[in-house]
C-alpha cells in the first residue's frame, strides 16, 4: 500500500487566520487530492492537484478560501484562508497512480477545529 | 452523474460473527469501479477492497468480500470472523473509468463489534 504522511494531524485555529496543510507521498504521482469531511458527513472533493498545473476546484470551492501548491510529483499543500468554525473539518489528501490501479489512497487527515 | 446509496444507519454484530454491509449504486456507464474504505475514529481512510464493473469474480482481500451484483447495482462488502478492531465508519465508493474521473462517497455506515 501506498505511503501518504499530513502535517499537522490535527490544529485548533482562530478565526480569521490561516492554517497550510502539507502532504507527502512515497513516490512520484500524477494526481493528488485533496477532501474535506465535515462532523458527521461524508467526504467532499476540494479540488484536484496536478503538478505543472493549477488546482482544478469542485463547485463550491475557490482558490481564494483554498489555496493549493503542487511544486513537484510527491508534495503538496492546501491552505484554508480566513478561517470561520464553519471549516472545522478533517482534511485529507489522496493519490493515485496509474501502476496500482485507479484505487486513491489517502493520508491520515488534519482535524482541524476553529474557535 | 454516479450516485452512491448506503442507508443502514448503523450495525452493530457480535465479535467473530459476520456482517454485511448493504451499498447500491447509480451509473449508466458501463464500466466503473466500485471501492470500500475503513475510517476508524482516528479519521485516517484506509482503502478496503477494489471490485470492477467487468470482473467475473467477486473481490475478496483476507477476511472482506464484496458482494457484486450487477444486474440489481449493488456492492455489498461482507466482514467475516468479525473484530473488535472492525468497529469503525465504513464507505462506499464508486469511480467511472477513465481520466478525470472523480471518486463519488456514499454517506457511510458506523459498525460497532461487540465483545
Known amino acids: 500500500s501506498a505511503v501518504i504522511s499530513q502535517k499537522p494531524s490535527r490544529d485548533i485555529c482562530q478565526r480569521g487566520t490561516s492554517l497550510t496543510i502539507q502532504c507527502q507521498v512515497d513516490?512520484?504521482?500524477?494526481?493528488m487530492f485533496w477532501y474535506r469531511q465535515q462532523p458527521g458527513q461524508s467526504l467532499t472533493l476540494i479540488a484536484t492537484a496536478n503538478q505543472g498545473s493549477e488546482a482544478t476546484y469542485e463547485s463550491g470551492f475557490v482558490i481564494d478560501k483554498f489555496p493549493i501548491s503542487r511544486p513537484n510529483l510527491t508534495f503538496s499543500t492546501l491552505t484554508v484562508s480566513n478561517m470561520s468554525p464553519e471549516d472545522s473539518s478533517i482534511y485529507l489528501c489522496?493519490?493515485?497512480?496509474?501502476?496500482?490501479?485507479?484505487?486513491?489512497?489517502f493520508g491520515p487527515g488534519t482535524r482541524l477545529l476553529v474557535l | 452523474a454516479q450516485k452512491i446509496t448506503q442507508t443502514q444507519p448503523g450495525m452493530f454484530v457480535q465479535e467473530k460473527e459476520a456482517v454485511t454491509l448493504d451499498c447500491t449504486y447509480d451509473t449508466s456507464d458501463p464500466s466503473y469501479g466500485l471501492f470500500w474504505y475503513k475510517q476508524p475514529s482516528s479519521g485516517e481512510m484506509i482503502f478496503l477492497i477494489y471490485q470492477g464493473s467487468y470482473d467475473q469474480q467477486n473481490a475478496t482481500e483476507g477476511r472482506y468480500s464484496l458482494n457484486f451484483q450487477k444486474a440489481r447495482k449493488s456492492a455489498n462488502l461482507v466482514i467475516s470472523a468479525s473484530q473488535l478492531g472492525d468497529s469503525a465508519m465504513y464507505f462506499c465508493a464508486m469511480r467511472i473509468t477513465g481520466a478525470n474521473s472523480k471518486l463519488t462517497f456514499g454517506k457511510g455506515i458506523t459498525l460497532s463489534v461487540r465483545p
Open positions: 513516490s512520484q504521482v500524477t494526481m
Open positions: 489522496s493519490a493515485e497512480w496509474t501502476r496500482r490501479g485507479e484505487t486513491q489512497y
